[in-house]
């Protein structure tokens, strides 16, 4: 099937006893068992629900691999996969990361023992220089978060693979609408789905996909285990938001295209980041592994005062934390998202002080465009 038909179709027949053709919200904590150890399969809302697992399918099915594990949050998801590791385990991660992910590694998982080794992933012989003996995972976010740095999916999964070690990509900015790892070889691909798979910017969630039965095994263990689900209802949610991903993407990634090419010739803005421009440092990687470019935007005004007054002056976009929803948002990552991130370490990769990021909605792009224009001048 095609990726709408998929994405509209996949985890769901109308319900067996009314017919309903959407999947109900089975709102239920638990299930009536009709003699000691005879159920129909559901015990526990935690354990079993119907309404996550649709979801869980259906998303499982637009990655193109056989399992899905839904969580209550993003990080709740990438947490579970840090549940796959022991202490003493190393795992090499991408530098700039999403502020979140950076925190709880280095903040939290450290304390259990876990080791992390913070590198450039955009260079496959920067993984292989981390390399240590108890490396165990190589995580990777690509396009990153705010830098829109791309690494080579299939290369470092390739690499992994020969390693034996467990490669996840963090596929939030992409969706699997542009860009699917676990096509590309990787074992794990993990999203924050309050951002493009949801999309209307009202839940918070998290999946994780994955076509190896050994780690489903343990993951669908650890899920019920430490039990960081999502609820029915933003289960609910995120299925009927998947139904139109395809046609957000394609409005999301026309939009900023087009909004990319206008800022890069703007004389005010020192620097654009946009992994669809020809002159952005992976564009030739972004081609080969995904099918666009994305919603998102970063750009540098060369001075704080200008992204401090930028980002207050612009009326369609709402200054706010988040990305992916259907409306247009802008932040300013060192103050907002990537607080937890150490100046130094920012600096490093670019996260400058004026660094301002665009989440490029689906509204029409001229309203977008003037709104900026006005906001600049
Ligand atoms: C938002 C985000 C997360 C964290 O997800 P939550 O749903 O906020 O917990 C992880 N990775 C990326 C790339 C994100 O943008």
Redesign the pocket.
């Known amino acids: 099937m095609g990726f709408s038909t998929d994405a509209i179709h996949a985890g769901q027949s109308p319900d067996l006893t009314t017919g309903a053709v959407m999947t109900p919200i089975y709102m239920t904590s638990t299930y009536a068992q009709e003699e000691l150890g005879k159920h129909k399969g559901y015990e526990y809302g935690r354990t079993h629900n119907l309404t996550r697992a649709a979801l869980e399918k259906n998303v499982a099915t637009l990655e193109k691999c056989d399992y899905g594990i839904a969580f209550s949050?993003?990080?709740?998801a990438?947490h579970s996969l840090m549940m796959l590791l022991k202490s003493g385990d190393h795992v090499i991660v991408t530098d700039n990361v999403?502020g979140?992910?950076y925190r709880l590694f280095e903040l939290i998982m450290k304390d259990f023992g876990l080791e992390f080794s913070w590198v450039d992933t955009s260079e496959l012989q920067n993984i292989e220089k981390a390399l240590q003996p108890n490396t165990k995972m190589v995580f990777v976010?690509t396009p990153t978060?705010p830098m829109l740095t791309i690494s080579d999916i299939k290369l470092i999964a390739n690499f992994c693979k020969e390693k034996k070690l467990i490669s996840v990509v963090?596929n939030?900015?992409m969706s699997p609408y542009f860009q699917r790892p676990i096509e590309l070889g990787s074992d794990i691909s993990v999203h924050?789905s309050?951002?493009y798979l949801n999309g209307h910017s009202d839940v918070?969630?998290?999946i994780v996909l994955t076509d190896k039965e050994k780690i489903y095994e343990r993951l669908k263990y650890i899920q019920n285990a430490v039990g960081a689900v999502p609820s029915p209802f933003d289960s609910w949610l995120t299925l009927r938001a998947t139904k139109t991903l395809a046609v957000r993407m394609e409005r999301h990634s026309k939009n900023a295209e087009q909004i990319a090419k206008y800022l890069s010739t703007h004389k005010k803005i020192k620097k654009v980041f946009y992994p669809g421009l020809e002159d952005h440092p992976q564009h030739e990687i972004a081609k080969r592994q995904m099918s666009g470019f994305g919603g998102m935007i970063s750009i540098d005004l060369g001075d704080i005062e200008k992204a401090k007054s930028f980002v207050t002056k612009v009326k369609i976009f709402t200054l706010a934390e988040?990305?992916g929803g259907v409306e247009s948002l802008i932040c300013h990552p060192v103050s907002m998202t990537h607080g937890s991130v150490p100046k130094e370490k920012r600096e490093k990769f670019g996260l400058t002080d004026s660094l301002v990021r665009l989440s490029v909605g689906i509204e029409d792009v001229d309203d977008l465009l003037s709104d900026i224009e006005n906001a600049m001048s």
């Open positions: 949050s993003g990080l709740s990438i999403y979140g992910t976010e978060n963090d939030t900015f924050s309050t951002k918070i969630g998290g988040s990305l």
